[in-house]
């Protein structure tokens, strides 16, 4: 699988400020990367489908005005959290796809925990 | 609808026991059930997988026993120690459909030494 690496790690920021979160195919080139949000002792929930070159594909419910996902090349997909408010401190992870002895496989990010005051 | 069911919330274990989770998915068009192990503070990391026509793989001391008819498939640590103590997640999906992995809610592992 890929070599995935997000950051940053952990940020916090005031309310209604902007954060972007990076993520990054070390060693694959990436068309596509996804983005998920973890809820504390919750599942993980795709959040949106990052196209490289193209527009990203939300899931239901997930506003794509807030949260903002530019993917300009093979190697980096950014989620931007625009004017953050303490409902979206949450847990943020990424995954880029890749086959591995003809299995699809996800591999993830570290994830990147947002807390907004 | 939740397209994979997993069980139990937590578990705890004793240090050499085994601890068994287990996940059950009503889709038959799934055809890879990957199992996915998560630290607190990391992202989750592919643990090990398996497709429906084996009913079991093995890699080390960590199991998968897959039950298409009963469409239920589960994850068996055998030997078990605090190192393994984690969340873990079960999945599934079909083909190459990567925005269709279905993950179950997780099971808590704590194993006491």
């Known amino acids: 699988g890929a070599v995935v690496s997000q950051h940053p790690s952990r940020v916090i920021c005031k309310s209604g400020t902007s954060v972007k979160i990076e993520c990054r195919s070390l060693d694959f080139q990436a068309t596509t990367m996804f983005w998920y949000r973890q809820f504390p002792k919750q599942s993980l929930m795709l959040m949106a489908t990052?196209?490289?070159?193209?527009?990203?594909?939300?899931e239901q419910g997930v506003e794509k005005d807030k949260f903002l996902i530019n993917h300009a090349s093979l190697t980096l997909s950014t989620l931007t959290v625009t004017s953050a408010h303490p409902e979206d401190s949450s847990f943020y992870i990424c995954?880029?796809?890749?086959?591995?002895?003809?299995?699809?496989?996800?591999?993830f990010g570290a994830g990147s925990r947002l807390t907004v005051l | 609808q939740q397209q994979v069911k997993q069980s139990p919330q937590s578990l705890i274990v004793q240090k050499g026991g085994i601890s068994i989770i287990n996940c059950a998915y009503e889709?038959?068009?799934?055809?890879?059930f990957p199992w996915y192990q998560q630290f607190p503070g990391k992202g989750p990391a592919l643990l090990i997988a398996i497709r429906p026509d084996v009913s079991e793989k093995k890699e080390g001391r960590f199991t998968i026993s897959f039950n298409k008819s009963a469409k239920q498939f589960s994850l068996h640590i055998m030997d078990s120690q605090p190192g393994d103590s984690a969340t873990y997640f079960c999945?599934?999906?079909?083909?190459?459909?990567?925005?269709?992995?279905?993950f179950g809610s997780g099971t808590k592992l704590n194993v006491k030494p």
């Open positions: 999945a599934a999906s079909q083909g190459y459909n990567f925005n269709k992995f279905y």
């Open positions: 990052s196209n490289e070159g193209s527009k990203a594909t939300y």
């Open positions: 889709n038959t068009a799934f055809d890879y």
């Open positions: 995954s880029v796809p890749g086959l591995s002895s003809g299995a699809n496989v996800l591999t």
